[in-house]
């Protein structure tokens, strides 16, 4: 009998057919909503938790606290509750109003702030205080180790070690900095490609961060190749998925697909996974699919 724990991982990888412009190309989605909390987010929010109370980190009576965008904060509360601990996250008010509601339906407490990097100073403030125990996704080790031990094993096994490019979109940077790590070890090869915003784009749970904000954890050397991706090729690439392959994802997702269809038309053959980060019903209170 499993427990829900044992539900993180093992997420289906699936074949883009329609959507991808070349022939020669193999194209691979890992579902990652396909995770009991619906996003990636899950295999870090277990991996951290878990983590530091094998390493008596998190003392009893503590609170955890952590700033997110949106999916770590509802991995984080399902993760809390398991474990039987309170946590109070910190998002940024522009969020949609669906991430709110299920991190609250968890039991956390939510605290709304003007942006992701206010939200993180304040979280790094409070969880200086001997009461709270701050996550911390941005420089926490655990973050990137989930994928090291779960999402790359995973993709190496299920490609049969035929995968040559790997695409993520970058916002903490842990997947994309564990699947290097454990795919690299495999085959250096294998070429990692990260996807960001363009400058004056905004696409929920992809970030181009200010100099003093950029992860601690991410590591420039791990990373073959950044893209770039406008809000409008994301939302369109979203929508696509939907209407033409049948999955229904996120934002982040459908930015991270038009990177790895780009790549796909220059490539004269090759096998490319990108990460479908989450779901889309976390997005329909917006205008996403409007």
Same mark, same amino acid.
């Given at each position: 009998?499993?427990?829900?724990?044992?539900?993180?991982?093992?997420?289906?990888?699936?074949?883009?057919?329609?959507?991808?412009?070349?022939?020669?190309?193999?194209?691979?989605?890992?579902?990652?909503?396909?995770?009991?909390?619906?996003?990636?987010?899950?295999?870090?929010?277990?991996?951290?938790?878990?983590?530091?109370?094998?390493?008596?980190?998190?003392?009893?009576?503590?609170?955890?606290?952590?700033?997110?965008?949106?999916?770590?904060?509802?991995?984080?509360?399902?993760?809390?509750?398991?474990?039987?601990?309170?946590?109070?996250? $910190?998002?940024? =008010?522009?969020? +949609?109003?669906?991430?709110t509601l299920?991190?609250?339906?968890? *039991?956390?407490? #939510?605290?709304?702030?003007?942006?992701?990097?206010?939200?993180?100073?304040?979280?790094?403030?409070?969880?200086?205080?001997?009461?709270?125990?701050?996550?911390?996704?941005?420089?926490?080790?655990?973050?990137?180790?989930?994928?090291?031990?779960?999402?790359?094993?995973?993709?190496?096994?299920?490609?049969?070690?035929?995968?040559?490019?790997?695409?993520?979109?970058?916002?903490?940077?842990?997947?994309?900095?564990?699947?290097?790590?454990?795919?690299?070890?495999?085959?250096?090869?294998?070429?990692?490609?990260?996807?960001?915003?363009?400058?004056?784009?905004?696409?929920?749970?992809?970030?181009?961060?200010?100099?003093?904000?950029?992860?601690?954890?991410?590591?420039?050397?791990?990373?073959?190749?950044?893209?770039? $991706?406008?809000? =409008?090729?994301? +939302?369109?690439?979203?929508?696509?998925l939907a209407?033409?392959? *049948?999955?229904? #994802?996120?934002?982040?997702?459908?930015?991270?697909?038009?990177?790895?269809?780009?790549?796909?038309?220059?490539?004269?053959?090759?096998?490319?996974?990108?990460?479908?980060?989450?779901?889309?019903?976390?997005?329909?209170?917006?205008?996403?699919?409007?």
């Amino acid at each position: 009998m499993q427990t829900l724990i044992d539900c993180v991982g093992n997420t289906p990888l699936v074949e883009i057919s329609k959507l991808c412009p070349n022939p020669r190309v193999s194209l691979y989605a890992k579902l990652e909503g396909n995770n009991p909390g619906g996003s990636v987010k899950d295999r870090a929010a277990l991996h951290m938790i878990r983590s530091a109370l094998d390493r008596g980190d998190i003392e009893p009576g503590m609170c955890l606290i952590e700033a997110t965008s949106g999916n770590t904060g509802i991995a984080l509360a399902m993760m809390a509750r398991i474990f039987g601990l309170d946590i109070e996250l $910190v998002m940024p =008010a522009s969020s +949609t109003r669906e991430r709110t509601l299920t991190m609250e339906a968890f *039991g956390a407490k #939510v605290t709304l702030l003007e942006s992701i990097e206010v939200c993180r100073d304040y979280a790094e403030e409070k969880g200086g205080h001997a009461d709270y125990y701050l996550l911390n996704q941005f420089a926490n080790p655990d973050n990137y180790l989930a994928h090291y031990h779960t999402t790359g094993p995973e993709i190496w096994r299920d490609t049969k070690g035929r995968i040559t490019h790997f695409v993520s979109a970058m916002g903490t940077t842990g997947s994309i900095m564990g699947n290097s790590m454990f795919l690299k070890e495999q085959n250096p090869a294998v070429q990692i490609v990260g996807c960001q915003p363009t400058e004056e784009s905004a696409i929920p749970g992809i970030r181009r961060w200010p100099a003093q904000y950029l992860p601690k954890i991410y590591d420039p050397k791990k990373v073959d190749r950044v893209m770039d $991706v406008s809000q =409008a090729e994301a +939302t369109e690439m979203t929508r696509q998925l939907a209407r033409v392959e *049948g999955l229904f #994802v996120g934002m982040s997702s459908g930015g991270a697909m038009a990177c790895a269809a780009r790549l796909a038309d220059q490539l004269d053959t090759g096998v490319i996974v990108f990460i479908a980060c989450d779901r889309g019903d976390r997005y329909l209170s917006s205008d996403l699919f409007g």
